[in-house]
């Protein structure tokens, strides 16, 4: 016992190699004392000082380390400070009861079990999932070069607090850039920058089952066919959905009946892929007009429109009965992070309270990024070089289908970044896990319906091919596979699920 | 009414001044179609074409405006697919009825009546309110420097759908610094990047009142002087806050009974700016192992500590109680939207479900100059730089306060971006109410007492000085203003609000 603060400053000073060198290259005795810590922390982490151990008195370790008493004294009153160790007159400085150490480096890097790897970690060999823009066309130095003039023109405050709302320049692009390219006609004061439009669904509809809290409430219209995801956002939300059956002009208006709203996408339905035909967009801004309800439209891809008629926002309508949401996820690409909502005036300061008064949450240089982006006409650029790229694609989907797979009728291909192949009935099932069995990634149709859709509308067999997804030089390979996949014509048999 | 579209077709072509250039830079029947569009969409919004105003046919509009007869019918039909024209057999083409037209943009620009402006769009002449970095200082070259490398480096995955726990690159950057910097004991899989201490705080406990879908629930022990802000959203969130007492030792935990948690700032308490006492420290562990509770970590400004000694995290002291939260807002920019939350591994699940599957939020490409800011100790070197202004300003504050208000205690200066200022009792109100009249922004003392926050602990006079805000050298000025409004010593006076 007597001896066991020498076996410790041994074990300290020599055995556990105690590193003081500096790494944030502070030099003289803070820097000395600062890495003295460090390497105390470490060896009571490691369990290589175990609990309860003496420590050697101050100047013991410091002639051991070849460092002033003092430096030793201060990194001890530290240590104690934060709980590390303890100090009690009569007993010295020991390390403290209690603390669970954790494993090394190394222990942690052979033990360490990854978290469940994010849905596209590792992806198919031959990815035709629906929802990204081709990664590999990201604009990299048009963007970079957009970044640069906005960091370097900023203002000062531009790095204090910000905006909820979003930076002013931005709304004001937007309000220019979507009259010019959607129809949308608004001011920048009724726009709200944020993540996307997951954030600005749960913006509008609360986050919290049975809060209540949210601008809006539900039971809110959907279309029958949609992403699974938002119907689970807006469940978990609280907000019932009830599904309006689609027909080939799009979603069924005429059935909407005590909803307080409707959650459409009127440019390029998702993902069955026709606009809504131009009576039914009249009747919904109707229907809003006569009952008070709004409208929530989803432009997730109007820029991409590719054969005569670009169709503008129903927003255009009545921009106080059009809540309009859109984002760059598509345009360019969703780590971007950066979406819109255009709403009627009356929305504005609720849709504001809800966000939070100190968040801007989207990244104030992002946005000032893609200021630039748009104001100099390189995001006008990219969309066309990109509607090019992608109408090339449907293209070759199309020309290939048609030579291998004649039987099987796309549909939905006159926008967008996905087609729709419709199959013989009762082979969804098994062309998807005839697809999955054959490294190529893509989702049935049957995933996209609404649980409660109406009986009444036929159940329809098909996949939907994200044609976008893939990288310019593995489009090909893809498409092969994907053809490869395809039912025969003479034997629609069965599903095989 | 024969010639009623006669004078139309003169309206629209002549008089309207319809410009058919294009500025997407498209040139054909294209770009002209498109300009027609917008230029017919613009004058229905405008009001300049009525509703119910027929159009002239195809054919008189083509040879007015020297166009192809099918890029006017195209238009036409565009126009009519978006609602504003009707077509009907016999009647002709119409404008539609019901358009509510918008004003136009010189009306706009006349008209507009600002929405209340962010909090400090314009700010005082002198601001020396709390909570902002220097804006002036954040580190433009450096940063884009980061963010280029980044882009140019970044594998096109980064472009596709991302990680909602944040690019692990940056997660493992996290993991050391914060252990060399913080004596943070943690593993990148249980940190999750967010927006911000705020979005952390909703991440936690959800954000509708009496939804309980939070991680958390309440009641949660706070300091009893803390930011409002955190209150409200808390408060709104449904979480009942109870305030702790502090005293010279920080934050009163062995107050804690039946709450479920506390969220303390043991780094430097806010704003009062004291360290929590070492026994404080090692006691609400104590408490969270034996009543299974939780420590929120809140380290706003953990890298800025200005004397002897610096103090470690809590969380290094038991990394399954605590939840530690840190972001860049003060030491880079709010503007950036960065910050972290270090996770209990039995939370990483539920934080990551409450953040949503598939969203981000952080900008991907700033989470990514954020890793090569930290890997090429760019941010150290910053933080060094900043942590050496700051401690000039904090010495210039109590220089300047020693020669022209001596009898002014000012506290909490160890470590921060401000300090706390005591004044004689009964003087704080008309303090700042002074201050507000020479032009100095700051914050009482007052503002940020929990509003149940314990009688026996006594009420005392200060104001909060956030000397990190103002510009460098807007710095002296606002330190001249600030002594010339303090109270003096012979006549501390009843409060005069």
């Known amino acids: 016992m007597a001896n066991s603060w020498v076996n410790s400053a041994e074990r300290i000073g020599a055995d ?147 905006d909820p709302a979003g930076r002013l320049e931005l709304r004001e692009a937007l309000t220019d850039y979507l009259a010019r390219a959607r129809g949308v006609r608004t001011e920048p004061d009724r726009i709200v920058i944020c993540s996307g439009f997951a954030h600005a669904l749960r913006l509008l509809f609360g986050q919290d089952r049975g809060g209540g809290s949210g601008v809006l409430r539900g039971p809110l219209a959907v279309e029958a066919y949609g992403l699974g995801f938002h119907r689970e956002l807006l469940a978990a939300a609280g907000v019932r959905t009830v599904p309006l059956p689609l027909d080939d002009d799009g979603a069924r208006v005429d059935r909407l009946a005590r909803e307080r709203a409707v959650l459409l996408t009127p440019a390029h339905q998702f993902p069955t892929g026709g606009p809504l035909h131009a009576e039914r967009r009249a009747a919904v801004v109707d229907w809003a007009r006569a009952r008070g309800g709004l409208v929530l439209e989803d432009d997730y891809d109007g820029e991409f429109r590719y054969d005569r008629k670009p169709v503008g926002a129903v927003q255009g309508l009545d921009p106080e009965r059009v809540i309009f949401i859109g984002s760059v996820s598509k345009s ?136 976008a997804t893939p990288s310019e030089h593995a489009y090909g390979a893809a498409l092969e596979a994907l053809c490869g996949v395809l039912p025969p014509a003479e034997e629609p048999g069965p599903d095989g699920g």
Chains 1, 2 share one sequence.
């Open 16 to 162: 556990l190699h105690l590193d003081l060198s500096d790494p944030s290259g502070a030099s003289g005795s803070g820097g000395r004392r600062a890495a003295l810590i460090r390497a105390l922390r470490e060896a009571v982490r490691s369990g290589r000082l175990a609990p309860g151990t003496r420590l050697p008195p101050y100047r013991s370790l410091a002639a051991d380390l070849g460092v002033a008493r003092n430096t030793v004294a201060d990194a001890y009153a530290e240590l104690v400070a934060e709980g590390w160790l303890t100090a009690r007159q009569g007993s010295g400085t020991r390390v403290a009861m209690g603390l669970p150490p954790t494993p090394s480096r190394q222990q942690r890097s052979a033990e360490r079990v990854p978290r469940k790897a994010p849905a596209r970690a590792r992806g198919p060999r031959h990815d035709l999932r629906q929802g990204t823009p081709d990664a590999s066309a990201f604009p990299r130095a048009a963007w970079l070069a957009s970044y640069r003039r906005a960091l370097q023109q900023a203002p000062n405050e531009v790095f204090g607090p910000g």
């Open 332 to 467: 360019l690409s969703p780590a971007v992070r950066l979406g819109w909502m255009v709403l009627p005036e009356r929305y504005v300061g609720d849709v504001l309270a809800a966000k939070g008064e100190r968040e801007a949450w989207a990244s104030v240089l992002d946005q000032l990024s893609l200021t630039d982006f748009i104001v100099s006409g390189a995001y006008d650029r990219h969309v066309r070089r990109m509607r090019q790229r992608y109408r090339s694609r449907r293209d070759r989907l199309v020309a290939a289908l048609a030579a291998q797979a004649p039987h099987v009728e796309v549909t939905g291909v006159a926008a967008g970044l996905h087609a729709v192949l419709r199959l013989p009935p009762g082979t969804e099932r098994s062309t998807v896990k005839a697809a999955t069995w054959q490294g190529v990634a893509l989702d049935g149709l049957a995933e996209f319906r609404h649980p409660a859709a109406e009986p009444d509308m036929p159940v329809r067999d098909g996949v939907v091919v994200g044609y």
